[in-house]
């Protein structure tokens, strides 16, 4: 769970603002805390994470803590 210039990714945490999906990534080795947009649809935000390398396990488990009935391998689009 890395981007080479930002450090490597240490926590993430996904939230849902009613109409998008916003994105807290915490990164190791002084690279503090940045927020970025997830998208409108939990596909979306899987592939956001996925994109700052975090892995698609933890990209799924992240996103399955608010939106529970959330499968990455195509599921029913819930929003």
Known sequence: MSQPA?????AAR???????????????????????????????????????GVSAEDAEHCIREIEPGFRAGGGPALR
Do not use: C, F, K, Q
């Not at 994105?23 to 956001?48: F, K, T």
């Open 14 to 52: 996904v939230e849902w603002t009613g109409a998008r999906y916003r994105i807290h990534l915490v990164r190791g080795g002084g690279g503090g805390i940045s927020v970025v947009d997830g998208g409108a649809r939990p596909a979306e935000a899987m592939a956001a994470l996925t994109a700052r």
């Open 6 to 10: 930002d450090g490597p990714v240490t």
